[in-house]
């Protein structure tokens, strides 16, 4: 006997890095929903990535952009959409400063569209929810103290951040002009498999097996936060269900590493796993001209979530690396991928 389809969740981006860890997630763990991807398929996205899931019967993907009104619309209409989950962004912050009207496109504009179509299709009464996955860039850069709260002030620095706080903002405004019901999570850096090789710890992989140049913005001394993405795909499940709509909740792995200490542990461990002479891949790195406006610190307070929702991250950064460089050393065509 066929369940009840208790969900039908839009989830937009879910052929992107994050987006299909949380489709995967999803549409395993709960046979009940619906889940339909829309997804645009710009350079960043790859159905490869959902490969494994694909003919899932509660999965469906539309091809599409956030950005089309009437397409949303004919979603809306047709499947009776009760929940979005919206990942679709723009992610790459030096692409931002070479193009920043593309991110206030899809971040803001198409964040703004598919809150429309909320507001037209959604009864006041009804139970719907809007969780909009952000990034802990919105609050800007911390200095060598200190970590990121939900109530620290939004502070952004780059195109990329810029629109991804102006997203946020909208989704409140909508939450406290029409009622919407909403939560937002801000994350800290990401990493795992089918990450696209422009960011940093992809892209030094495909680099190092290459035997190309690694590229190290500056002095090398920015500390990122990094979080396992099947972690963050899980706090997304638990703030979706458990979190309080009208909530922010902050997720981070506790795991801070200054660019050169992250760099210089790939090199060891690549050159451990390609059998090559240790130092063969340090031999690589080489100190390039900083990235504007580059954020000295990321670091996220994620007592919040772990008080409240009960989650923290269960992958260590040790495990978490190893995962990430196997399965890349096991899909070596993935670093192929052509970036337009
Ligand atoms: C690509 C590259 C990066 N870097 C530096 C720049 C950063 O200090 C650090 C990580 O850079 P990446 O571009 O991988 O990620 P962030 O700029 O921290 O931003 C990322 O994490 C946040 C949370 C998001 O929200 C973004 O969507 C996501 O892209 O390495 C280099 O030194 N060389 C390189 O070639």
Redesign the pocket.
Known sequence: MKQKVHKTILLTGGAGFIGSHVVRLFVTKYANYKIINLDALTYAGNLENLSDVAQQENYSFIHGDITDAALLDSIFQEHQITHVIHLA?E????RSINDPLQFVKTNVIGTVQLLEACRKYWASDGDHLFYHVS???VYGSLGQTGLFTESTAYDPN?P??AS?ASSDHFVRAYGETYGMPYIISN????YGPHHFP????P??IKNILEEQP?????D?N?T?DWLYVVDHAKAIDLAFHEGIPGETYNIGGHNEWR?IDL?HLLCDLMDDKLDRPIGSSRALISF?KD?PG??LR?AIDATKIGNDLGWKPSVTFEEGLNKTLDWYLSHPSYLKTPAS
């Open positions: 962004a992610s790459h912050v030096d990034t802990d860039e780059s990329y951040s991804k994350c800290s850096n990401n422009e960011k940093l710890i892209l030094f690694l590229p190290v913005y500056g090398g920015y990122r660019n760099v390039v990235r580059h954020d990321y």
